[in-house]
């Protein structure tokens, strides 16, 4: 569970911005921090904690947005080139945050206490954590597969020049969709910002985990992702408390590679094989 | 009927058969996209492949190529079961195709596009004078150096013919070869199918302008919801009842 | 290159310096680097050395080894530097230290570590386990229980100070009842504590290390058993998660070291309002600036009393026993194995993060490469690092 | 310079076809108009307004559809989302026209939550077509429509376009090689060379003698 | 002569002579410091075969030039013999070329492609740093070498010979020769490869798989090839590396550095085999510089610059120039073989 909502956590961003633009956010990591860096802030400075995590998304939005109109528009059908970019604004930030904050920040307290089951005691905020995944991935399948902007998102990204002579106002699609992307990486950042300790290299103990899950989710950016997670998830906590946790990170990347390997298009193509099968005997 | 098998192998004596399709049958979840298709080919023979949109045509070829594995049913090709075969092998067996949606490499050159193809099949030191030689067949040889995705439609549309023939296959697959093509330029391919036809090249051809396929065509196969549905010249063809209402419509337009 | 110690003959003497202000280990890189350059203006402003100015030479090393060589190359050959000191990471140690070797260049590393390197031109002049591991050790099993329960980080540093906990432990009568190593980079922990949970050890030995894995308290502190006494040699005093965490999480966390900035002698707040003075944004003057500080002027002296920056002569008056009085208390040099004799301080942690100094162990000597490898670095120098369970 | 000194005016209601050897920059002219293409000099003028600096997307909303040339489609979105893309011009009128899509085109009802981009080229054709006339547009781009698709489903194409272009005044610009089916829709027909336009005619004036004139190679 | 000359040609020839005469103008620091610097120019040209010309996204390069490092430690050090070096030197290229096959083998037969095998790599590399990190106990050992954990192993000794009297060890300028003349060889073989029928065949996978197949390619087994190859340049880099530094450890194979050879490939302009080498060398130099200056905004200003790079120039920077000498010098307009034509860069896929 409590792996779980982390991979999902951690991927969720990224999925929206790689998904569905294609676009490799090495900086993603970076994003996270600054959440978690203007969440911090924030709640030190007396902001109720749930205001304090949604200003930290919002904020990493704005960020998103200046990032995009800046330098990411002009990246748009040249993943490759993104790399480069996103590679570049990760090292101006990661450096920057030092620069301006210093190495550390004073972290704060997990909220809401803990609970014992048998003679283990849980973290009731790592409960609502899972929670929240469950609910923004709902959300997220919602808006992206259910809503006109969703259904226009996604043509876009698959063909830009159709999408638009079709009407649809391209470039405010790509910029939403970072935007979205960015703060959802916000949002994650805010919520962990309560369980770890915050500096500039904060953000980076998410990255292996976010590309891991979201690739082997494969194209569908967010079922993909939930199954992704799940699955993952539940290899690494139970490698990790059977066998410790260097067995859990190890058998979590071997699970991934064996994973593509029997499933090269990663989980969303297993998935839409799957639904093809139950739509067609149905229908 | 059970003189037949003997009668078969007489007709194979006399007209070697270079494919034949068994039984050949596949699945996309529920649907079946081609079911239980017979076709026999013979070499030298020049055959239209005709039938209403999402009959199966293209998924045939494909079958034919490797490109899909059939739920059922087997391909074989020179007497040789080549069901299993990956499909660049089948390829290197004297398959040429030219794919409905056109296969070029957009970023590359006219050039580079026809010497990726031919490399294969022509010997190093003659490969420019191919590549030269086979642009010059469909007239694109001013085209050679530019850069594939700023050719328009129909020039692309050649470049992918020429690329076809460069392997020198012994049949060629050519799924709708003169879509996008105004009548002057459908003549032309017409007369270098049926050139290449002459050569002694086995042809299987898909298009949907009967006027194309009257002009070239001897033998003509429709399929219909993934079944063969009749077959036949194509004069028996256009006037079967049937497929002129699956198909082919009321005769308005002809005569342009 | 071994003009690189004739430096005489210029009018500065060149302190060369490698320390990461960037990168993951930038949080003690940068408290590091603030020591050497608050020792040199010291010095400077007292009339430098040999009548000399020192001039420090301090690219960035950004947390790579890779540019801990290129530097530690450019820094010889190229600044002809008199002396090197730095390096955080054990790795970014062991990837200059052959170059040091190999051009006989004079070389100090003033920071904590596992222990074990015997080499002529090194000085580890930090904390090492006979300091670190033993004393708190002690303390732990006389205090609490002999129950232990190790969690340690996954690569040198935390295998090997493990062993000597394991050591340590055997020596003392505790008894290990369970060890985790935990990946670098790892934040997450919560089935490591539900298995300290299940354990039910008398106290915790956390020998974790970096921002990631600091993380681990605040997780221990609202799902792990509330009042487990906990040790360590290396948090608090190196990267001060006692002020980057809320209190409690380290409530009830003894630390053995040299130095703490809540250290209450004399000398020690001397240092730190000194340290303060000149950098008064840094969020803490920890265990490693203090052996920085040490460090150089430790060198210094040895100049001064060499007369010349000559590398053999300025080893030879180090290895004379040479000592220095430091915010830390008496620091010398043990001749056999290059390695520090220090006081060392049993700090500890109260429910609001007060760090008292409750402890302390006189001059403790750094005997192990000696006593148990036979190395006598006066004699013969193997250019090694050895490990307990060798 | 693929296209120039081209001036064409598309009269409400018309249908107005383009005829053209390959590469004579039909497909180019289409592009500039519905400005996925710079445009040099010229104005693109579109019921009475100058919509030259318009970007794509706004010209599409004042109403201009357009079927490109190898019928593109979304390919990952089902067929049935694919024709919800197309309501994206239709800003002012309310009902979109799905029935009438089904009717004319059954094969796409059949298919709705099929990938698009696993059906067949024909069928993909037909997709484009009905994903265009969803959005009601006023003027209709059609380049070359028929390439692909079965021979009696041109037939019902042309039907549609002229029911529609009867029924709600729908205006059409058809680059087409199918004469028959220029011959049955186009009010005037203008020909294209080396990217210029190089006659003007009456569709029905159409013979055999012209088509030998512009279309030869 | 001048007809076939063009800007790339031209200043690729310069290079090659200032290089080869560099010895006799640089100091033995800026040799030692320039060898370093072309030593990492094989990992580029190893991700360039791979990913440049065929098209495989690779993000775990550095673990070949790991498993290069690693192996000719480990071997070379086991034998105490200067001769036994150019063994290790040859066996470690040799493994690393039969585990890159092996693992090329495991994904292109088995249909993974694009940014699966990104993630493929990245995970074997990850799971290599991971492994090599605890590897701190003796129970680690490989012969009588300690794999040496996180701290890695050091005193690797340097490529030598000996020969009777004879004895040389490759270092300094000897190293540099070493480097510098096998960097031409390769060069000019895969420059010439590239117009060959290989290279086409690396071509036609780049461009469009699917459509390849039919063309009589046999997919799995060229990308297989390529990676093998690559694998093994990214160890000869490995190797060169460690001879240079005397060490190697798993941070050279951690996300960081796994990434730098894929954001320098393609910020050079992926498809041009001299610009990676040219932009790989400009890249360790600024770098290098940035962090001698010891400045807090290094790592800032180099992300600044990798944007502007992007933003400004997007065929990659060294492929304008190239574009630039020719119109200026050549008088014409560049049409470079294999598709690093004048007006097209990206792929939209890896
Ligand atoms: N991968 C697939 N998944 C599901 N359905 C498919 C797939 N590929 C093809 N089909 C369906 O199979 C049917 C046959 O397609 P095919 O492309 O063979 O038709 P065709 O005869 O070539 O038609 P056209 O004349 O329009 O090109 C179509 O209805 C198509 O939608
Ligand atoms: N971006 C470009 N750069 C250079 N030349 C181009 C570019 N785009 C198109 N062309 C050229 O412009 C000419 C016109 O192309 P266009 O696609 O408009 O032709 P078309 O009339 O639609 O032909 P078809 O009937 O084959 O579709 C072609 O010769 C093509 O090579
Ligand atoms: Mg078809
Ligand atoms: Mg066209």
Known sequence: MDSFSFLILAAIGLAIIFGMMGVINLAHGEFIMLGAYITTLLSLAGVPIPLAIMLGALGVGCFGFIVDKLIIRHLYGRPLDSVVATWGISLIMGQGMLIIMGPSLQGLSTPLGSFTVGDINYSTYRLVLGIIACLLLVILYWVFMHTKFGLRSRATMQNEEIARSLGTNTSRMYTSTFVIGSMFAGLTGGLYSFTMSIGPTFGSGFLMESFVTVIVGGANPLIGTVMAGGTLGVVHSGLSYVFGTFIGRVGLLVAAILFIRLWPTGFSGLIEKKLIRVKRYNG | MELQPTQNKQVTSNHEKILELKNLTIDFGGLRAVNNVNLTVNRGELRGLIGPNGAGKSTIFKLIMGIHSPTAGQVILKENDITKTSTWQRARLGIGIKMQIPGVFGELTGYENIRIAAQNYVVPNEIDEEINRLAKLVGIEHLLEHEVNNLSHGQQQWLEIAMTLSSKPELLLLDEPVAGMGPEETAFTAEIVQRLNKNGVSIIFIDHDMEFVRKISERVTVLHQGATFAEGSIAEIESNQEVIEIYLGSDVYEGA | ?390 | MIVRDVSIHVEKGKVISIIGRNGVGKSTLMKGIMGLLPTKTGKVIFDGVDISHASTYERARLGIGYVPQGHGVFPNLTVEENIRMGEAINIKKENNKYEMIYHYFPRIKERLSQKAGTLSGGERAQLSIGRALIGQPELLILDEPSEGIQPNIIQSIGEIINQINKDLGLTVLLVEQHIGLIKTLANTCYAMDKGSIVGEHAADELSSEMIQKYLSV | MLKNMNAEKSIMMLLCITLLIFPLIGSAYDVLNMSYFLSTVFLSISLWLIWGLTGIFSFGQTAFFGVGGYAYAMISMNFDNPNMTILALILAMVIAWGLAFLLGYFMFYGGVNDVFVGLITLCVTLVMATFLAQSAGSQWKIGDVLLGGDNGINNIPPIAFKLGSIELSLYGNSLYYFIIITMIIIYLLFKKMQIGKLGYSFIAVRENRERSQLLGYNIPFLQTLAFSFGGMLAAFSGVLYVTWGGYIAPSAMDISAAALPVVLVAAAGRKNISAVMIFTVLYYFLSQKLSVSGSEYALVILGVILILVILVVPQGIVVTLFNFFDRIFFKKRRRNVNGTTTDSKQAGNF
């Open chain 3, 1 to 390: 290159s071994d003009d690189s110690s004739s430096g005489s003959n210029e009018d500065t003497i060149k302190l060369g310096v490698l320390e990461d202000r960037s990168g993951d280990f930038a949080l003690v890189g940068i408290q590091k680097s603030h020591a050497v350059e608050l020792a040199v203006e010291e010095i400077n402003e007292n009339g430098g050395l040999l009548g000399k100015q020192i001039e420090i030479i301090a690219p960035d090393t950004q947390s790579d080894d890779k540019r801990f060589q290129e530097m530690a190359r450019k820094l010889i050959l190229e600044d002809e530097v008199d002396v090197i000191m730095g390096a955080f990471s054990s790795a970014s140690r062991e990837a200059i230290r052959p170059i040091m070797e190999q051009n006989k260049m004079l070389y100090f590393y003033n920071n904590q570590y596992e222990g074990g390197v015997a080499s002529k031109y090194t000085f580890p002049t930090g904390a090492v386990p006979e300091h670190q591991v033993m004393t708190v050790m002690e303390y732990m099993i006389d205090n609490y229980g002999s129950n232990i329960y190790t969690i340690a980080a996954d690569y040198n540093f935390g295998q090997i100070t493990a062993d000597w906990v394991r050591v340590a432990a055997e020596d003392l009568g505790g008894e290990i009842v369970g060890e985790e190593f935990i990946p670098l980079g790892e934040s997450q922990f919560n089935s490591s504590i539900n298995k300290i949970q299940k354990a039910k050890p008398d106290f915790l030995v956390v020998l974790l290390t970096g921002e990631k894995q600091s993380s681990f308290y605040e997780q221990w502190n609202t799902s792990g058993i509330k009042d487990l006494p906990m040790a360590t040699t290396i948090n608090m005093a190196q990267q001060y998660e006692h002020i980057r965490t809320e209190a409690p999480a380290l409530a009830n966390m003894h630390v053995a070291a040299p130095f703490m900035e809540e250290l209450d002698t004399p000398e020690a707040e001397a240092f730190v309002e000194k340290f303060r003075e000149k950098f008064p944004d840094d969020d803490y003057v920890g265990m490693e600036a203090e052996a920085q500080y040490t460090g150089v002027y430790l060198w210094a002296k040895a100049v001064e009393q060499a007369g010349t920056t000559d590398v053999d002569a300025v080893i030879e008056e180090l290895e004379s026993g040479l000592s220095y009085d430091a915010p830390s208390g008496t620091v010398s040099i043990d001749p056999k194995s290059h390695h520090a004799i220090k006081d060392i301080y049993l700090f500890h942690a109260d429910d609001e993060h007060n760090v008292s100094n409750i402890f302390k162990w006189e001059q403790v000597e750094p005997y192990w490469l000696h006593e148990e490898k036979g190395i006598d670095l006066t004699k013969d120098s193997p250019n090694e690092q050895y490990t307990p369970i060798d």
